[in-house]
């Protein structure tokens, strides 16, 4: 049912977003950085500063910042 289709995932499950194939971190609708995970992670931005408060488990509120991760099947 999804075979050739585009899967966008919009999440605050951040657990599901390593396996897009693009992340996209937007603010006020529009897009402040786009790239792979591990790009985003290397890059040091705001994805990966996201990220890294998950693994350590800070529960601090990002208002305004949104996750879109997309997967082609």
Not at 11 to 21: I, Y
Not at 25 to 51: C, D, K, N, Q
Request: proline share 3%.
């Amino acid at each position: 049912m999804l075979a050739s289709k585009t899967v966008v995932l919009a999440t605050n499950q951040l657990q599901f977003v390593s396996m897009a194939d693009v992340v996209v971190v937007m603010r006020g609708g529009t897009a402040v950085e786009v790239g792979t995970y591990p790009e985003l992670i290397s890059a040091g931005g705001v994805f990966a500063a996201l990220m890294k408060e998950a693994q350590v488990g800070v529960k601090h509120q990002h208002p305004g910042w949104f996750l879109v991760a997309t997967t082609s099947t």
